[in-house]
């Protein structure tokens, strides 16, 4: 970006095993100083499909995207499924590395056949999400990939995300965590349109394999209850959670001051999935091309007007109940808010829970919470101040209950009533985040085993899953085929032959284990260069010592079992 240079390099060959995750944080800790400041010139930003994307293989539209985070200070990936993931991989490309630092203004770089420009972004900066993703399609044709940062990245703001194209072009599929929607602003880069038009295909190493491979996992997908169509995912969407863990007594509510609220019915999965039908939107979706779970949606206003694309289970929650808010279109309307200016829902759930906290709204006012989100669209100090999202929020406004680990903001789990999913968010290299470890699965929808919640001896688990999560992220696969092949053997075996046959690799189902833990080392030495100790794999204070309602529990994991999931 310092001199507005593209240009193409063919993959080194120790990088030739690498997709997603692993690429992104292999590129970060290779060139990167882990000390740098994330929002100046020397850190960096990759772009890498994983290792299936751009194949035909089952829900396989993911990409990774990478950097130093400015929420965390630590090494960062953000997941997300869309086209544009499979586009780019389609285009012959392994990776985008953006480096260096542009201030004068936004550009656009456009990607097709071959050759790759930067252009004046001018025309969409400084303006809603959704506006400028219609206007780029308008210009370079429906069928592309469009990513983006919105008015939270220009702002540098710690909780911007990084928008990606929906199937109906929809700014509305977010690598949400982590800030690296201001590191993509702060480089210069305000969007990228990849068109595969001519491109070369991702080369399959062994058909016979992939054919035979990608079979079993299809067979377990459609077989498994959560992920079969007509199951679970299918048919309420990931929001079908609401009242699974409000039930558990461990759903948020109100800034994590409560784990049950009798309201919660209201903004869940089939409450949401009744609400669609009756108004046109769609249900079951697809969030990009090839995906057989179909998890996603289109919410609408009334008369099917208005779309904004899915409310996921998290982004429900963090604009509905964490901030006592307890009707779906407000939750819609924050919603397609955060999507407009870039921001990650999560991180902005909390954000404005811990700020109604600290008196600048009521609990439940879901107006207020509008008009807050709209003061980042205004630029105002207020606006720049949310934009930083949950901690430093919280410290602005003397709040003490402030719920983030690392820096970044907690997910749809109160930690307290469910301890593996707590020790997951004090312990993974990404900070606060349930996809980086879901011990949900085991300990609350009994997939993969049972273990009881309660039960703070959890450093074996959140560590194996936090190995397993790390191989998904970088395979291109959604996280969500876990469900199935945690119980279906045959489907873990299928989505390592997958892998197998596009790399041309022979690995079992333990080296492909074994990839995950390498991934994770190299993510761990990234933080602990950047200054991130053990202190850092802490839960905050209130979490020891207020115990959370219904259940009446508090975060009891000893300091040495955190230790234990890493003794390193």
């Given at each position: 970006m310092n001199e507005l240079k593209v240009s193409f390099e063919n993959v080194p060959s120790k990088w030739k095993d690498l997709g997603g995750r692993a690429l992104t944080s292999t590129i970060v800790s290779e060139e990167v100083p882990p000390t740098c400041h994330p929002l100046g010139p020397n850190n960096k930003l990759v772009f890498?499909?994983?290792?299936?994307?751009?194949?035909?293989?089952?829900?396989?539209?993911?990409?990774?995207?990478?950097?130093?985070?400015?929420?965390?200070?630590?090494?960062?990936?953000?997941?997300?499924?869309?086209?544009?993931?499979?586009?780019?991989a389609k285009a012959g490309i392994k990776a985008i590395i953006v480096e260096g630092q542009r201030k004068d203004k936004g550009y656009l770089l456009n990607i097709a056949k071959d050759k790759a420009e930067l252009i004046d972004a001018t025309p969409w900066s400084g303006r809603g999400l959704y506006e400028a993703f219609a206007q780029i399609g308008d210009k370079y044709g429906k069928d592309i990939g469009i990513c983006g940062t919105g008015i939270a990245g220009e702002l540098g703001g710690a909780a911007a995300g990084i928008a990606f194209n929906d199937i109906e072009g929809l700014s509305s599929r977010y690598a949400g965590r982590g800030?690296?929607?201001?590191?993509?602003?702060?480089?210069?880069?305000?969007?990228?349109?990849?068109?595969?038009?001519?491109?070369?295909?991702?080369?399959?190493?062994?058909?016979?394999?992939?054919?035979?491979?990608?079979?079993?996992?299809?067979?377990?997908?459609?077989?498994?209850?959560?992920?079969?169509?007509?199951?679970?995912?299918n048919t309420y969407g990931t929001d079908a959670l609401i009242n699974v863990i409000n039930e558990a007594g461990a759903l948020p509510h109100r800034n994590f001051s409560l784990g049950y609220d009798e309201l919660a019915p209201l903004v869940s999965g089939e409450k949401k999935a009744e609400t669609i039908k009756k108004r046109g939107g769609e249900r079951p979706h697809?969030?990009?091309?090839?995906?057989?779970?179909?998890?996603?949606?289109?919410?609408?206003?009334?008369?099917?007007?208005?779309?904004?694309?899915?409310?996921?289970?998290?982004?429900?929650?963090?604009?509905g109940p964490n901030c006592g808010i307890y009707n779906l279109d407000d939750v819609g309307e924050l919603n397609r808010a955060c999507n407009d200016l870039g921001l990650d829902t999560i991180e902005a759930g909390d954000t404005l829970a811990v700020a109604m906290e600290g008196g600048l709204a009521n609990f439940g006012d879901g107006k207020k919470a509008l008009?807050?989100?709209?003061?980042?669209?205004?630029?105002?100090?207020?606006?720049?101040?949310?934009?930083?999202?949950?901690?430093?929020?919280?410290?602005?406004?003397?709040?003490?209950r402030i719920p983030t680990s690392k820096g970044q903001g907690m997910p749809a789990y109160d930690p307290r009533p469910i301890k593996g999913i707590g020790v997951t968010y004090m312990t993974t290299p990404m900070g606060a985040d349930h996809t980086a470890g879901y011990a949900i699965a085991p300990e609350i929808l009994g997939v993969g085993g049972k273990a009881d919640p309660l039960d703070p001896k959890k450093a074996d688990l959140s560590r194996g899953l936090q190995q397993a999560t790390a191989l998904i992220d970088s395979s291109g696969y959604c996280l969500f085929i876990a469900f199935a092949i945690l119980d279906i053997?045959?489907?873990?075996?299928?989505?390592?032959?997958?892998?197998?046959?596009?790399?041309?690799?022979?690995?079992?189902?333990?080296?492909?284990?074994?990839?995950?833990?390498?991934?994770?080392d190299i993510e761990r030495k990234f933080n602990k260069a950047a200054g991130l100790t053990k202190a850092h794999d802490r839960p905050p204070e209130f979490m020891r010592t207020e115990a959370l309602p219904p259940k009446n529990v508090v975060f009891d994991v000893s300091d040495a079992e955190l230790d234990r999931v890493f003794p390193d």
């Open positions: 890498a499909p994983g290792i299936v994307t751009g194949t035909s293989a089952p829900t396989s539209g993911r990409i990774s995207v990478g950097g130093k985070s400015p929420l965390t200070g630590g090494i960062k990936e953000a997941n997300a499924g869309t086209s544009f993931a499979q586009k780019l800030g690296l929607g201001a590191v993509m602003a702060t480089r210069g880069l305000k969007f990228i349109v990849v068109n595969d038009e001519g491109g070369p295909g991702v080369e399959i190493h062994d058909k016979e394999l992939f054919k035979h491979g990608t079979k079993k996992l299809t067979s377990a997908l459609t077989t498994h209850g959560v992920t079969k169509p007509g199951g679970t995912l697809m969030c990009s091309p090839g995906c057989i779970i179909q998890c996603s949606e289109v919410w609408v206003k009334e008369g099917g007007k208005d779309p904004v694309g899915v409310l996921e289970y998290e982004s429900v929650w963090a604009l008009e807050m989100l709209e003061e980042v669209r205004k630029k105002t100090p207020l606006g720049r101040i949310l934009a930083n999202g949950t901690e430093f929020t919280g410290k602005a406004f003397g709040v003490t053997p045959e489907g873990l075996e299928g989505m390592v032959e997958s892998c197998n046959a596009v790399l041309g690799t022979k690995w079992t189902v333990s080296d492909a284990v074994n990839y995950g833990a390498k991934v994770l």
